[in-house]
């Protein structure tokens, strides 16, 4: 079975940055779509950024510039880069895999539907 297991996030001062990991075990198909959600309390959870297996981002209108999705297949680990934060981005951030059809069209939809494989979470305040 697929497992998704994030770490690396923490407490930050506005304007300051954080590196979240996320390992992805037990796959088996080379084509996939990755992701970040993240939800606030009392939200729902949304779409933060997608990367797929040819390397093509996407990001939400609200962390562009500000946030980078890295895939490292060769550690089987997508990144999220998180710079110049913001209260508003205090959040559970989660990472998110689809190795099956929904893939192909994941990178650009962000939905939670088209993700079948959630990790744990990852807490990330800003103060």
Do not use: H
């Amino acid at each position: 079975d697929v497992q998704l297991v994030e770490s690396g996030g923490g407490s930050v001062q506005a304007g300051g940055s954080l590196r979240i990991s996320c390992k992805a075990t037990g796959y088996t198909s080379s084509s996939y779509c990755m992701a970040w959600f993240r939800q606030a309390p009392g939200k729902e959870r949304e779409g933060v950024a997608t990367v797929d297996s040819t390397g093509n981002a996407n990001y939400a209108e609200s962390v562009k510039g500000r946030f980078t999705i890295i895939m490292n297949n060769a550690q089987n680990t997508v990144w999220l880069q998180v710079n110049s934060l913001l209260p508003e981005d205090t959040a559970v951030y989660y990472c998110a895999g689809s190795w099956d059809v929904s893939a192909k069209w994941a990178l650009e939809s962000m939905t939670r539907p088209d993700f079948g494989y959630w990790g744990q979470g990852t807490q990330v305040t800003v103060s």
